[in-house]
């Protein structure tokens, strides 16, 4: 079994101690059973290091830095946002945890016309932790990005990087994923968006196609909002060859 993985905000170098945060190390301690001299890794800046685990009081926890680690796997070779229309409940947790999983590197709570749900302070910081968690476990280098969230049109424009985002939509014809995977090959950065529990409006439609976003189906079933865009994350992957 490898060591536990925990990000931190401190920059490490051999001999230095750096803390855990609060969820870390409640963690650590009480759901890992970790003791002091237990062996765990920590991350900061895209870099593991090996550590030792330090108990200390009122329950902080700290961890001593022993060495670099080697690492170069944990993330895609391009970065993939995930512009995700807002859902009702807990969906959006699972959208959050699930990409996290497949290497998304940003998460853009979307407004869409038919979006019935918020982004609030507190969801948002809910988010953020499971992608701090999902990371962890997913042996990710970097802790993903939830953005603040913005409209269809706007998040559309605002993520057309170095290839048209890619959006799904379930009148788009067969095969096309698969020729817009052929048009962005080689793109450092690519951006999937997908719709809400209603589905796109005909208005946001157009405003995908103004933006030079590419229409592209998933399939033959339909989707729900949430399965959506793991499963169109993990067809980007293998589509391309990452994995």
Not at 37 to 64: F, M, P, Q, S, Y
């Amino acid at each position: 079994m490898s060591a536990p993985r925990f990000f931190v905000d401190t920059a490490c170098r051999p001999g230095l101690e750096v803390e855990l945060h609060a969820d870390d190390a409640h963690h650590a301690t009480h759901v890992l059973r970790m003791h002091g001299g237990d062996a765990l890794i920590v991350l900061h800046g895209g870099k593991a290091w090996d550590a030792t685990l330090i108990e200390g009081e009122a329950g902080a926890v700290r961890a001593h830095v022993a060495k670099s680690r080697d690492e170069s796997l944990g993330e895609l070779p391009v970065g993939v946002s995930v512009l995700q229309a807002l859902v009702k409940g807990a969906k959006f947790d699972d959208v959050v945890e699930k990409t996290v999983e497949l290497g998304a590197r940003r998460i853009v709570p979307v407004h869409c016309e038919r979006s019935y749900a918020d982004a609030s302070r507190h969801r948002l910081d809910r988010w953020r932790r499971i992608a701090r968690s999902a990371a962890q476990q997913a042996r990710r280098l970097h802790v993903p990005v939830i953005a603040e969230p913005m409209g269809w049109a706007d998040a559309l424009q605002a993520f057309r990087g170095d290839a048209r985002p890619l959006v799904a939509y379930e009148n788009a014809p067969a095969g096309s994923f698969a020729e817009a995977l052929r048009g962005i090959a080689g793109a450092r950065d690519i951006a999937i968006a997908i719709g809400p529990e209603g589905g796109l409006t005909a208005a946001e439609v157009e405003a995908a196609r103004a933006a030079g976003c590419a229409l592209v189906s998933l399939g033959p079933t339909i989707l729900r909002t949430e399965t959506a865009a793991a499963a169109m994350l993990a067809a980007l992957a293998a589509g391309a060859g990452w994995w």
